[in-house]
C-alpha cells in the first residue's frame, strides 16, 4: 500500500529555516511527480510546489518562490522542501501529494491520489 | 492563475438528502477538475478527478460532471460519513489552485 509519511515540522522564529521530508513507500517513487500542499489553520488548501518525477522541473507558489526550494532523492524514495525566510502567514499543516498522470477511462487525469498525514510548521516568536 | 469559487460555502443537509455543489474557473480548464473530501485532522481525500471519473472504493453516491468553467459534485442519498468539507482543484494549470471549500453539515 502507498505509505507517504511527512517529518520536520515544529516550531521556528520568523525568518528561520525548516526542512521538510516526505518518506514514501509502496510505489515506484521515481515514476511520480509529487508536490507539497499546505493548509493554514481553519483554513484551506495551497498547493505549495511541485517536481516532476527526475527533478529536472520544479514549481512554485507566488507566496514561496525564492524562500522554499523543493526536491527529490529518489535513490532513498524521499521528498523535500526546504523553507527559507519564513513567515508567520507560512504557518500550516504541510502535506505531501503524489501525483498521478496518464489516461484512466479514455480521459487524460492529474490528480494527487495520495496524501501525507502531513506535518504542522509553526512560525512563531 | 485560474481562480476557482465554489458555492455554496456552507451547506445543511440532513441523511437521504441530495446535495450539489458547483465550482467555476475564472477559464476554460477543460476537464482538468478535482474533487476531494476532507474530515477533521485528517488528510484529504479525493472523491473524482477529470471531472467525472469516480476515484477506485468512493461510493457511487458520489458524482461528478461539468467541463470548460462549470462543474458539480453531487452526492445522492448523504449519509453521516459524508458530512465534511469538500474542495474543488483545477489541474490544468500550474499553480494547480483550490477552491475556497464548502463545509456539509447535518440538519
Known amino acids: 500500500e502507498v505509505q507517504l509519511l511527512e517529518s520536520g515540522g515544529g516550531l521556528v522564529q520568523p525568518g528561520g529555516s525548516l526542512r521538510l521530508s516526505c518518506a514514501a513507500s509502496?510505489?515506484?517513487?521515481?515514476?511520480?511527480?509529487m508536490s507539497w500542499v499546505r493548509q493554514a489553520p481553519g483554513k484551506g488548501l495551497e498547493w505549495v510546489a511541485g517536481?516532476?518525477?527526475?527533478?529536472?522541473?520544479?514549481y512554485y507558489a507566488d507566496s514561496v518562490k525564492g524562500r522554499f526550494t523543493i526536491s527529490r532523492d529518489n535513490s532513498k524514495d524521499t521528498l523535500f522542501l526546504q523553507m527559507n525566510s519564513l513567515r508567520a502567514d507560512d504557518t500550516a499543516i504541510y502535506y505531501c501529494?503524489?501525483?498521478?498522470?496518464?489516461?484512466?477511462?479514455?480521459?487524460?487525469?492529474?490528480?494527487?491520489?495520495?496524501w501525507g498525514q502531513g506535518t504542522l510548521v509553526t512560525v512563531s516568536s | 492563475d485560474i481562480q476557482m469559487t465554489q458555492s455554496p460555502s456552507s451547506l445543511s443537509a440532513s441523511v437521504g438528502d441530495r446535495v450539489t455543489i458547483t465550482c467555476r474557473a475564472s477559464?476554460?480548464?477543460?476537464?482538468?477538475l478535482n474533487w476531494f473530501q476532507q474530515k477533521p485532522g485528517r488528510a484529504p481525500k479525493v472523491l473524482i478527478y477529470?471531472?467525472?471519473n469516480l476515484e477506485s472504493g468512493v461510493p457511487s453516491r458520489f458524482s461528478g460532471s461539468g467541463s470548460g468553467t462549470d462543474f458539480t459534485l453531487t452526492i445522492t442519498s448523504l449519509q453521516r460519513e459524508d458530512f465534511a468539507i469538500y474542495y474543488c482543484?483545477?489541474?490544468?494549470?500550474?499553480?494547480?489552485?483550490f477552491g475556497q471549500g464548502t463545509k456539509l453539515e447535518i440538519k
Open positions: 477559464h476554460s480548464i477543460n476537464n482538468y
Open positions: 501529494a503524489k501525483e498521478f498522470r496518464g489516461y484512466r477511462y479514455g480521459r487524460y487525469s492529474i490528480y494527487f491520489d495520495w
Open positions: 517536481i516532476s518525477d527526475s527533478a529536472d522541473s520544479t
Open positions: 509502496g510505489f515506484t517513487f521515481s515514476s511520480y511527480a
Open positions: 477529470a471531472a467525472s
Open positions: 482543484q483545477q489541474s490544468y494549470s500550474t499553480p494547480n489552485t
